[in-house]
C-alpha cells in the first residue's frame, strides 16, 4: 500500500508539473497569438538596399503594392543604397523585430557581400528571418560585336588561346559580376582580366565602345542593348532558357553546370516572431500567384517561384555555401 500510495503521489506531483509548464506555455504563446491576429495596426517599411528605378526597386514596389492592399495597411519602400547593399541590409538587421521592418535581399547584397567583406556588422544566417522567396532572372554573357567568338565555345577556345588577353567588365570588385564571371573562368578553365567600374552603367558602356570585351550582366538591363546590336549576348546563365530571350542558349549547354541567376527575396530582422512571419508568407505567396502580378515582374525579366520561409532559408544556406567556395579560392576581398 505504501508503494502504491507512493507511486500515485509521484503521477499526481507528475501531472501538476505538466499542468504548470502548459499554462506556462500558454501564457508565452498567448501573447504571440495576439499579436499575430492584431498585425499589423500601422504601416511596414520595406527597405530596398538599392537605389530606385533598377529592377530590383520594381520587383520591390510591385510587392510592396500588393502586400499593402493584402494587409490593410501601406507598404513603404524605403531605398537606403550603398556598400553592394550592406548600408540597406545593416538597417534591416537593427531594426525592430515586430514585423514593421522588412527587407529585399538579393544574391549579391545577401549572400555574396557577406562573403567579400567579412568586416560587415551583420551576418546573413544569424541576423535576417527569411520570409519568402520573390523570383530570379537571369544574367547574359554579353561580348562588345568585336569579338570574334559567337557562340559559349567559341568565346572558351579565344580565352583558351590567350591567357588573360579577353577583359570582361564588372560593376565592382566583388559583386555579383565579377564572382559569376570568376565561376565561370575556373568552371571553363580559361583566364580572363577584369577591369572594375564603379557601377554596372559605365562598364556597359564601356563594353558597347569596345574599350572591354565581356562582361555578365542582368538579362534585363542588357535587353535594349542586344535588341539594337550594340552588345552581343553568347548565352544566358541559369539552367533553363528565358522565354523572354527565346533565341539566346544558356552557359551550361557548354560548361555543364553553370549556373548564376540574380534572386530576389524577402527577410525580416531575426527574432521577428514566427506567426508575422507565416502572415507575411502566406501573403506573399497569394501575391506571387496572382496572373497580374506574374505578368508585371515577367515584363522585367523575373521568373516569380513562391516558397516557404524554411525553403527560402535552406536556398540561402546554399547560396552562402556556394559563394564562399568560389570567393575563397580566387581570394576576393573588399576594396
Same mark, same amino acid.
Given at each position: 500500500m505504501t508503494n502504491r500510495h507512493s507511486f500515485s503521489s509521484r503521477v499526481a506531483s507528475l501531472v501538476r508539473r505538466v499542468a504548470w509548464v502548459a499554462l506556462g506555455s500558454m501564457a508565452v504563446a498567448a501573447p504571440?497569438? !495576439? #499579436? !499575430? #491576429? !492584431?498585425? /499589423?495596426n500601422k504601416p511596414i517599411r520595406l527597405i530596398v538596399p538599392f537605389p530606385p528605378a533598377g529592377s530590383t526597386d520594381i520587383v520591390a514596389r510591385t510587392v510592396a503594392e500588393r502586400l499593402g492592399a493584402a494587409l490593410g495597411q501601406n507598404? +513603404?519602400? =524605403?531605398?537606403? *543604397? $550603398?556598400?553592394?547593399?550592406a548600408i540597406g541590409l545593416e538597417a534591416l538587421a537593427r531594426a525592430e523585430p515586430d514585423g514593421y521592418t522588412i527587407g529585399l535581399g538579393t544574391i549579391g547584397s545577401i549572400a555574396i557581400n557577406p562573403m567579400v567583406n567579412r568586416k560587415l556588422p551583420w551576418d546573413p544566417l544569424r541576423d535576417f528571418a527569411p520570409i519568402g522567396y520573390v523570383g530570379s532572372t537571369p544574367f547574359a554573357l554579353l561580348v562588345n560585336p568585336g569579338v570574334k567568338a559567337a557562340t559559349v565555345a567559341e568565346f572558351v577556345a579565344l580565352a583558351k588561346a590567350q591567357p588573360g588577353k579577353l577583359t570582361y567588365a564588372t560593376g565592382g570588385n566583388g559583386g555579383s559580376q565579377h564572382v559569376a564571371a570568376v565561376l565561370l573562368e575556373d568552371m571553363a578553365g580559361i583566364s580572363m582580366t577584369q577591369i572594375p567600374y564603379k557601377g554596372s552603367g559605365p562598364a556597359l558602356i564601356d563594353l558597347m565602345g569596345g574599350q572591354v570585351d565581356a562582361l555578365i550582366e542582368p538579362a534585363v538591363s542588357a535587353a535594349p542593348h542586344i535588341k539594337s546590336g550594340k552588345v552581343r549576348a553568347l548565352a544566358l546563365t541559369g539552367l533553363r532558357r528565358s522565354a523572354g530571350f527565346p533565341g539566346v542558349p544558356l552557359v551550361a549547354d557548354t560548361? *555543364? $553546370?553553370?549556373d548564376v541567376s540574380a534572386w530576389f527575396a524577402l527577410f525580416a530582422p531575426a527574432r521577428t516572431p514566427r506567426p508575422v512571419i507565416a502572415r507575411l508568407n502566406e501573403e506573399l505567396d497569394k501575391i506571387l500567384r496572382? /496572373? #497580374?502580378? +506574374? =505578368?508585371?515582374?515577367g515584363q522585367v525579366g523575373v521568373d516569380v517561384a513562391p516558397a516557404s520561409a524554411a525553403q527560402l532559408g535552406d536556398f540561402l544556406k546554399s547560396e552562402i555555401t556556394k559563394w564562399d567556395k568560389v570567393v575563397k579560392k580566387a581570394n576576393i576581398t573588399a576594396e
Open positions: 504571440l497569438l !495576439a #499579436q !499575430a #491576429q !492584431a498585425y /499589423p507598404v +513603404i519602400v =524605403d531605398n537606403k *543604397p $550603398g556598400a553592394t547593399g560548361v *555543364p $553546370g553553370y496572382n /496572373p #497580374q502580378v +506574374i =505578368d508585371r515582374l
